[in-house]
Every structure is written in C-alpha cells, then in structure tokens.
T-cell receptor
Framework: GAVVSQHPSWVICKSGTSVKIECRSL??????MFWYRQFPKQSLMLMAT?????????EQGVEKDKFLINHASLTLSTLTVTSAHPEDSSFYIC??????????FGPGTRLTVT | GESVGLHLPTLSVQEGDNSIINCAYS??????FIWYKQESGKGPQFIID?????DKRQGQRVTVLLNKTVKHLSLQIAATQPGDSAVYFC????????????????FGRGTQLTVWP
C-alpha cells in the first residue's frame, strides 16, 4: 500500500493563531485524500474529501472557512486550522485513497491549542 | 454508520485466547467493510476487508464474518498476542457513494482490546 506521512506529528499553538498540517503520499499518486479528526477514546470523524486540483468537499457541520484544505499536487494535501481554539485540540489524520476502496492512513498529527 | 461522541467499549483477553470484536452498522446500502487496528498515537492500519457478496473471509490469524441480515460484522483474532492490544475499528463504505472517486469510509465506534500476558 501507499506510504503516507504527516507533518508535524504534534503541534502546540496559541488560541487565535493558525496552524498548517501537511499530508504527503510518498509513493502513490494521491488523486483523492481524506481528512479525519479524532477526539480521545472516540472514533474517526470524516471532515472532508480532498481531490487534487479542485475544491474539497466538506462533511456536514465542518466549517470550510475554518478548516482550509489545499490539494494542489498528487503528493501533498494540507489542512490549515484557522483561528484555532482549545476545542479544536484533537488528533488529525489524513488518508490516501487507493485503487479500489482502500485508504492508506498517515500517522496523525496531535494538535493542542492553549 | 458514523458514531460521533460515543466512548469505546473494551475487551480484555488472556494471551493465547481467541478474541471476538463486534460491530453493528446501520446503512443497508453499505457493500464493503474494513477492519482497522489503531495503536495509541498512530493512524489506523488495515487488517482485513470483506465485500457484501461474502459472509466470511480469512487472513493470517484473523477472520471477518458478515451478517447482512442483522447488519453485523465481527473480527475474530486467533491466539491473541500482547501486540494485538489496540483499538479496533470497523469501517463501511457505499459503492454508490463513489461517483467518479472512491467512496467515503464511515467508522464504527471502535473497541479497545487489551491482551494480558
């Protein structure tokens, strides 16, 4: 399967600032990527579907102006959390869509907003 | 289907015993199911998948059973080892959801498996 990396693996930021998380597909052309959020001891919640060269599709209840997604190449998608607040503290995970139904997940990014 | 805001059930087993992890899904249109293992602080790892035209599939030490009548999925792990300790999620997708791209995955609430030596 695809090897997916995320950077940074963890980040601490102050309330009101913005933070960018990168998701890279190292050996697979990532036409479609997904972004998830996971709170402690809870399941993964799909935030948005990102397609290379087009606008992301956001799930209901996810603010597109707060969670900016850019997927400008077949190897990189970025998620920017704008004007972060403590309630945005979470584990953010990206995945790359494979050739069929499978998804290859990154290692996740732990965001803490103080 | 999605399970937002629910906390994880737990399963504790002795090393060497078999484990059975269950998952209920709600969307009768779902036609592909995947089990993932997630260790603490890491992303999910693929374990095994099954399509809706099957009711059983076996892998190395793992078996997935699908009962479409009651919308139930189970993961059986044989001879459970301490390294199997993790959270296990089932995920479902609907092929009609794909359009021109791959379908979205919807995760179940997960089960925390703890294996005691």
């Amino acid at each position: 399967g695809a090897v997916v990396s995320q950077h940074p693996s963890w980040v601490i930021c102050k309330s009101g600032t913005s933070v960018k998380i990168e998701c890279r597909s190292l050996d697979f052309q990532a036409t479609t990527m997904f972004w998830y959020r996971q709170f402690p001891k809870q399941s993964l919640m799909l935030m948005a579907t990102s397609n290379e060269g087009s606008k992301a599709t956001y799930e209901q209840g996810v603010e597109k102006d707060k969670f900016l997604i850019n997927h400008a190449s077949l190897t990189l998608s970025t998620l920017t959390v704008t004007s972060a607040h403590p309630e945005d503290s979470s584990f953010y995970i990206c995945s790359v869509a494979g050739n069929f139904y499978e998804q290859y997940f990154g290692p996740g990014t732990r965001l803490t907003v103080t | 289907g999605e399970s937002v805001g629910l906390h994880l059930p737990t399963l504790s087993v002795q090393e060497g015993d078999n484990s059975i992890i269950n998952c209920a899904y709600s969307n009768s249109a779902s036609d592909y199911f995947i089990w993932y293992k997630q260790e603490s602080g890491k992303g999910p790892q693929f374990i095994i998948d099954i399509r809706s035209n099957m009711d059983k599939r076996q892998g190395q030490r793992v078996t997935v059973l699908l009962n479409k009548t009651v919308k139930h999925l189970s993961l059986q792990i044989a001879a459970t080892q301490p390294g199997d300790s993790a959270v296990y999620f089932c995920a479902e997708t609907v092929s009609a959801d794909r359009g021109s791209t791959l379908g979205r995955l919807y995760f179940g609430r997960g089960t925390q498996l703890t294996v005691w030596p």
